[in-house]
């Protein structure tokens, strides 16, 4: 059974960076494809940016292109998100996701696994 383990939120002002860390365990990291999802308060969870394992290719959200950038440590088994540039509207519940089938890039899908969320809070 996979497990990811999200970790790296906290606190952080307008304009700071963070970045989240989501360990992966239980299932062949070469095989998946991996992202990130968020929470934002009085939201639904959307989409935020996705790599896949085999050809490198990312996808990010229209609102945070140029901002955050994906990356993975294959020897670790660990997918990275550098949040740089951080607004207000980015304060959310980040959870890592993965999928051996396909990029995850829209909500409702049935992903494969999912984290247990780290919290990110920007102050104005």
């Known amino acids: 059974e996979g497990q990811l383990v999200e970790s790296g939120g906290g606190l952080v002002q307008a304009g700071g960076s963070l970045r989240l860390s989501c360990a992966t365990s239980g299932f062949v990291f070469e095989d998946y494809a991996i992202g990130w999802f968020r929470r934002a308060p009085g939201k639904d969870r959307e989409p935020v940016s996705s790599i896949s394992n085999e050809d490198g290719y990312t996808f990010y959200a229209d609102s945070v292109k140029g901002r955050f950038t994906i990356s993975t440590d294959s020897s670790t088994k660990t997918v990275y998100l550098q949040m740089d540039s951080l607004k207000p509207e980015d304060t959310a519940v980040y959870y890592c996701?993965?999928?051996?089938?396909?990029?995850?890039?829209?909500?409702?899908?049935?992903?494969?696994?999912w984290g247990q969320g780290t919290q990110v809070t920007v102050s104005s």
């Open positions: 996701v993965a999928d051996r089938d396909v990029l995850p890039t829209i909500e409702g899908y049935d992903y494969d696994y």
